[in-house]
């Protein structure tokens, strides 16, 4: 149960993150790449309030696809200049500890 609370906790820390940096995105992208990663942090956010609902291994599985789609909108992010390296290495971390808790989780639940 406390590996569920860590993971809600880092996956909003990492929300909060996200939302700061956003905003030194130009405005032409506010509507475009930004909002992709807010509505992608939205459906993370979604899948593991509904993990501790129903279907666990289903809802990580949902998890899983939203961090991949958000490391590929963030590295597109940093190839684009949008972001610097220091963003982008502090939000690899903060994924990675994520992805790492929901593996955890995936493995304790699978049995």
């Known amino acids: 149960m406390l590996n ?7 996956y909003v820390e ?16 506010k509507s475009g790449i930004v909002l992709d990663i807010k509505n992608t942090l939205s459906l993370g956010l979604n899948n593991i309030i509904y993990f501790h609902k129903t279907n666990k291994l ?3 599985d949902y998890l899983d696809n939203n961090i991949k789609v958000l490391l590929v909108l ?4 940093y190839k ?9 290495t502090a939000f690899s971390k903060k994924i990675t500890i994520i992805d790492n ?8 639940y699978k049995k």
């Open 4 to 10: 569920d609370l860590i993971l809600y906790k880092k």
């Open 14 to 29: 990492l929300m909060y993150y996200v939302y700061k940096i956003s905003i030194k995105y130009p405005k032409s992208e």
């Open 74 to 77: 963030y590295r597109i992010s």
């Open 80 to 88: 684009m200049k949008y972001i610097s390296i220091k963003n982008y």
């Open 58 to 60: 289903l809802y990580l």
């Open 101 to 108: 808790i929901r593996k955890g989780l995936y493995e304790k």
